[in-house]
């Protein structure tokens, strides 16, 4: 072998031998193109929504009965509703309120599922028992049944924060509650597998206590799975939230959510006003397949066989 081929194979060991983790998983990543573009879609509808009082002139609430059922054109984009509503400003508002559904749902349904998968795969007995047994009656609670049951539970208790902004603090609860099952099954299976590996026998050697074992130790290992999981689980809570909405038990009006718009929208299509429940079922459509689509890349990417 020349010296410069020694030289420049020790530089690509080298290279490759200070590697970061969030190196691989990216390179794995972007491997998926669909996956790198469904993110850019998401991140863009996040900025609109996030970006809504300053990308449109119009407010969602503005009445202006001189445009009603305007059809789609360059003053609105998505035409306008039965009050002359500007349809693009309410998508774009609806849409902080679905995606800030999804996302905080998802996050306290990872929260209640971590640690109930936790406790049971890690201490076992007659503590994982119960946990397991919890899981398994909600899971065979009827879903949709119970989310409206609940939905109306709270909507009439005397709570002012779960009737404020069109009861969307309710519907987020309401998500949460029945989002939990899956990532307990799957932290519970992260645990029982990991807890006889021979890293946490040299933390428990060392002192460490059962508390540090599970978050320091256990958890750090089994997040692969539960981040595949939170990803899928914000497209499942965006559209549970839309379904509510549709169904009338959901987001209240005058608050837009994507699925109260399509649920206003049911008569106007009767009467030829088809892109007022086109547009919001469009971007429903859009960051629903693109939030399964960035799952699907993250799965590849987190997935130890497929690392190179």
């Known amino acids: 072998m020349s010296t410069t081929n020694l030289y420049f194979d020790e530089g690509l060991a080298s290279e490759t031998h200070h590697r970061t983790l969030r190196d691989i998983y990216w390179g794995q990543f972007r491997k998926h193109h669909l996956a790198v ?8 509808m996040v900025l609109l929504a996030i970006a809504a009082p300053v990308a449109t002139k119009y407010t969602p609430d503005k009445v202006d009965f001189g445009s009603r059922y305007l059809a789609p054109s360059l003053s609105h984009i998505m035409g306008t509703d039965s009050l002359g509503r500007d349809e693009f400003t ?6 902080r309120i679905s995606i800030a559904v999804g996302l905080i749902a998802t996050a306290l349904g990872l929260i209640f599922g971590i640690i109930v998968g936790a406790i049971g795969g890690f201490y076992g007995g007659w503590v994982d028992n119960l946990a397991m047994r919890l899981t398994d009656l909600m899971l065979a609670l009827p879903r949709l049944f119970v989310l409206i049951l609940m939905t109306m539970l709270l909507r009439n208790a005397n709570v002012p924060w779960l009737q404020s902004s069109g009861g969307i603090a309710a519907i987020i609860l309401v998500i949460a509650t029945l989002s939990w099952m899956t990532v307990a099954r799957l932290v519970r299976g992260s645990f029982l597998s990991l807890k006889e590996k021979e890293f946490i026998e040299a933390a428990r050697a ?12 256990l958890l750090p290992n089994a997040m692969s799975p539960i981040i595949v999981a939170g990803t899928l689980r914000v497209a ?3 559209i549970t939230e839309a379904g509510l909405s549709f169904l009338g038990f959901g987001v209240q009006p005058p608050t837009p959510s994507w699925g109260n718009m399509l649920e ?18 469009l971007v429903i459509f859009i960051i629903v397949i693109s939030v399964n689509y960035v799952g699907d890349g993250l799965r590849d990417a987190l997935d130890p066989r497929k690392i190179q």
Do not use: C, T
């Open 206 to 217: 060392l002192g460490a206590g059962n508390s540090r074992i599970i978050w320091k130790h």
């Open 264 to 281: 206003n929208a049911q008569d106007e299509m009767l009467k030829g006003h088809l892109w007022l429940a086109f547009f919001p079922g």
């Open 236 to 238: 499942s809570s965006i």
């Open 90 to 95: 309410r998508v774009l508002y609806g849409g």
């Open 37 to 44: 573009a469904s993110a850019i879609v998401v991140l863009l």
